[in-house]
C-alpha cells in the first residue's frame, strides 16, 4: 500500500485550519497542523521525515509566513517541501514577495474546497516527478559508476597487483631486463589509476564552483606554447610508443598570451591527447598538436586519424562520465576527461569545436582568447 501524503498546514486561525484539515482528511491525505512558524519549525523538527508539502498562511503572531518560509528553505533537510501561501483576496505585494522568495504557488482567500485542492495536487504531483527524475539521476551515476569500477580500477589494479606478486615470488631469478619491465607494468598501472583519481577530483573542483576561485588567483599570462605542447607530449610519449601512435607538433611562431592556468591547460590537453592517442587503432596513426591564432583568439588542437565521433553522440561525449559504447570498446577511459576539458575551456573564457568523421578522424581544438593589455588592447 502506498504512504498518504503528509501535508503541514500553518495557519493562526483555528476555524480555517480546522476547515483545511478536513478538506484535505476527507481527500486521504494525512495533515500536521500549527498555529503560525514557530509551531511550525517545532512540528518539522519533531518528524522523522519531512512533509511532503506546506501550505502556510503570511499573516501570523510570532513568526509570519515569510519568516517561517525562510527558515525553512534554511535548513537542507527541508529544502525541497514545496510551499503554498495563503494570502488575503487582493494583497497583491504578498503574491509578489513571496514569489521572488521562490514559493511554489499562493491560494487566495477566501477559497473553496477544490481550488486548494487542485493546487495541493499539482505541487504533489511535480514533487513526485522531480523525486522520480532524481532517483534516476542518482541511479544512472551509480550505474556509470560502478562500470567505471569494473572497467577502469580493475585493469590497472591487475597490473599494479600482478608485476607486485611477481616481483615479491621471482625477483631472485629475475634478470635487470626482466625487473625493468616488470617496474614498467607496475609504473603503468600507478600512473592509469593516479590518473583517475586526479581527473575525479578536477571534475570536483570544476562542478563545485572552486576551480574559479583556483584560476583567479593562479592564472597568468602564457605565450610559451612550444613548451606547453612539449610537456603533454613527454607525459604521453610511452603511451604512445605502447600503441603505436606518433606523436607530433605543430606550433606557429609569435603567437600572443593568454590569460591562462597552466595547471588546468595542461589538463585539459593531457585529456585531449590521451582520447586520440587511445582512439587511434589504426597502424602508423598520428596525433598532432598544434598552436595557432585566428583574430582573437590562440587555438590548441589536438588532431588524431582514429575512430572519430558519430554525429549523433557529439551533444553527449561531454556530459560526464558519458562514453561511447563502452561496452565494446575496454579501452575507454572513466569518462571525466571530455567533461574536464569542456570546464577548462569554460573557465578560460574560451569555446571548443570538434570537427569529426567516423573511421576517418577528429580535431578537437581549443579556442581561447588572446590576453588584453592594460590599456584594453589585444597584445
Known sequence: MSRKPVILVVEDDLHLM??????????????????????????????????????????????????????????????????????????????????????????????????????VSAKLKRRKQLDALWEDEVSDIKHKIMTIINHELRTPLTYVVAYADMLHRDADDLSVDDMRAFLRGLNTGANRLRRMVENFILLVEMQTGEATQTFTWRSGHISNYLALVSTVVAQHQDFADERGVKLETAVDDALPPIRADHEYLNAALDCLVDNAIKFSDKPDSVVTLRAYCDQSHVCLAVIDHGRGVPENELDNIFKPFYQINREKHEDQGAGAGLAIVDGVTRLHGGSISLESTVGVGSTFTLHLPIALSDNGQMR
Not at 66 to 77: C, I, N, P
Not at 87 to 108: L, N, P, Q
Open 18 to 119: 480546522e476547515g483545511i484539515r478536513d478538506i484535505l482528511e476527507i481527500n486521504d491525505y494525512n495533515v500536521l497542523t500549527a498555529t503560525n512558524g514557530v509551531a511550525g519549525l517545532e512540528v518539522l523538527q519533531a518528524q522523522d521525515r519531512p512533509p511532503d508539502l506546506i501550505v502556510s498562511d503570511i499573516m501570523m503572531p510570532r513568526m509570519d509566513g515569510y519568516e517561517f518560509f525562510h527558515e525553512v528553505r534554511r535548513r537542507e533537510r527541508w529544502i525541497a517541501i514545496p510551499f503554498i501561501f495563503l494570502t488575503a483576496k487582493g494583497e497583491r505585494d504578498d503574491i509578489k514577495r513571496g514569489k521572488s522568495m521562490g514559493a511554489e504557488d499562493y491560494v487566495v482567500k477566501p477559497f473553496d474546497a477544490d481550488e486548494l485542492l487542485v493546487a
